[in-house]
C-alpha cells in the first residue's frame, strides 16, 4: 500500500505544465486560487516558451507565497508535468494544461473522497468550450469518463473509449506518493501519454468517478491538425493499445484487434469529417490489414459502414 502521509496533511500541490499560453495562463491560475479548498501550493513549469508567460506570471509570484515557476528547456509536456510532480510538497497532487480553469469545488470535493477511499485516483467529468470572437465562452457538452467497472473490465474499457474522453484523465486528483511512485507521465509517449498513464495505473489501483464537471477544456477554433499530427498521434494510440494488451490477463488477440480497430474508426471519420478523401481511403486500408475489420462481424460491420460513408461524402 502507498504510504501517502506528508507533514503538511491535505496539502494539495497543483502543477501547471505551460508552453507559450501567455494568452491563457492568468485565468488558469485564477481558477485555482479562486478554490474553496485553500491547503495548496501552485507549481508552474514552463515548458521553454518564447512567449511572455513569464512575464504574465511575475505578478502572481510577487503577490503570493504558495506559487513557484520554474523554466526549463523546451522537452515536452509530459517531462514539463514531471517535473512539477518531482518538486510537490502536498500530501495529493493534481495538475492543469494552462490554458484551462476549474471550478472552484474541483479541489474540495476530491480531498474529501480520497480522505474518504486513500490509495485511489478521483476523477470527473469535462465540458469543453471555445471562445468567440467577443470574448464570450460558447460551452459543449459534458464529457464523462468511461463506467466503472472491476479489475480488467475497466481497463478494457479505457482501451475501448473515444478520443474526446482521453482528455478527462487530465481532472485527476491522487496521493502524491502514489503518482510519484506509479503514475509519471511516460515520455516516450508525444502524444497520448495522460491515456497511457491512466490505463497504467487502473491496472494497479483504485479510480473514483464524481458526477461533477471538475475541468472546463479550452478548444482553440485557430488551431489545425496537420496530416503529420494526425498520424503521430494515431501511432502513438496503437503503441499504447500495444503496451498495455502485452501479457494482461484476458486480453486475447482478439480483444487487441479490436482495441486498435477503435483507434482506427476514430481517426477515418476525422478524415471524412474534413473531406480528406484520400486519407480515410489510406487508413481504411490499413485498419483492415492490422485489425478485425475483416475477421470478426462487429469489425466488417465497422468496415463496410466506413466504406459507404466515404462513397457517400464523395
Known amino acids: 500500500m502507498v504510504n501517502s502521509m506528508t507533514s503538511t496533511p491535505h496539502l494539495v500541490s497543483v502543477v501547471i505544465p505551460t508552453y507559450n499560453n501567455a494568452k491563457y495562463i492568468a485565468e488558469c491560475i485564477d481558477s485555482v486560487l479562486n478554490q474553496t479548498y485553500k491547503n495548496i501550493e501552485i507549481i508552474i513549469v514552463d515548458d521553454g516558451s518564447t512567449d511572455n508567460t513569464e512575464e504574465v506570471v511575475a505578478p502572481f509570484l ?43 469545488y474541483k479541489l474540495e470535493l476530491q480531498v474529501a473522497a480520497l480522505i474518504n477511499s486513500p490509495n485511489s485516483v478521483v476523477l470527473g467529468s469535462i465540458q469543453s468550450f471555445t471562445v468567440d470572437e467577443n470574448g464570450v465562452k460558447q460551452w459543449n457538452n459534458v ?8 479489475g480488467c473490465r475497466y481497463v478494457k474499457n479505457l482501451m475501448a473509449m473515444s478520443l474526446e474522453q482521453m482528455v478527462i484523465f487530465n481532472t485527476f486528483m491522487a496521493p502524491a506518493a502514489l503518482i510519484k511512485e506509479h503514475g509519471l507521465w511516460d515520455p516516450a509517449f ?18 473514483i468517478h464524481i458526477d461533477k464537471v471538475f475541468q472546463y477544456y479550452r478548444k482553440h477554433t485557430t488551431s489545425t491538425t496537420r496530416k503529420r499530427t494526425k498520424q503521430e498521434a494515431l501511432h502513438y494510440q496503437l503503441a499504447v493499445i500495444n503496451k498495455h494488451t502485452k501479457n494482461y490477463p484476458d486480453c486475447k488477440l482478439s480483444s487487441k484487434l479490436n482495441f486498435k480497430r477503435i483507434r482506427y474508426d476514430n481517426w477515418i471519420r476525422i478524415h471524412l469529417y ?12 490499413k485498419a483492415a490489414a492490422d485489425t478485425n475489420m475483416l475477421t470478426s462481424c462487429r469489425g466488417l460491420k465497422c468496415f463496410l459502414g466506413l466504406v459507404l460513408d466515404l462513397i457517400k461524402r464523395r
Request: charged share 25%; net charge negative; hydrophobic share 40%.
Open 143 to 150: 464529457l464523462t469518463p468511461p463506467p466503472v467497472d472491476v
Open 62 to 104: 510577487n503577490a503570493y507565497k504558495n506559487i513557484i515557476y520554474k523554466k526549463i528547456e523546451n522537452s515536452k509536456s509530459p517531462t514539463a508535468r514531471n517535473v512539477g510532480i518531482a518538486m510537490a510538497n502536498g500530501e495529493y497532487i493534481s495538475a492543469i494544461d494552462s490554458d484551462d480553469i476549474w471550478p472552484d
Open 190 to 207: 508525444v502524444t497520448a501519454h495522460d491515456w497511457e498513464n491512466w490505463i497504467r495505473l487502473a491496472k494497479q489501483f483504485q479510480f
Open 274 to 285: 474534413e473531406r480528406d478523401f484520400g486519407g480515410a481511403f489510406k487508413l481504411i486500408l
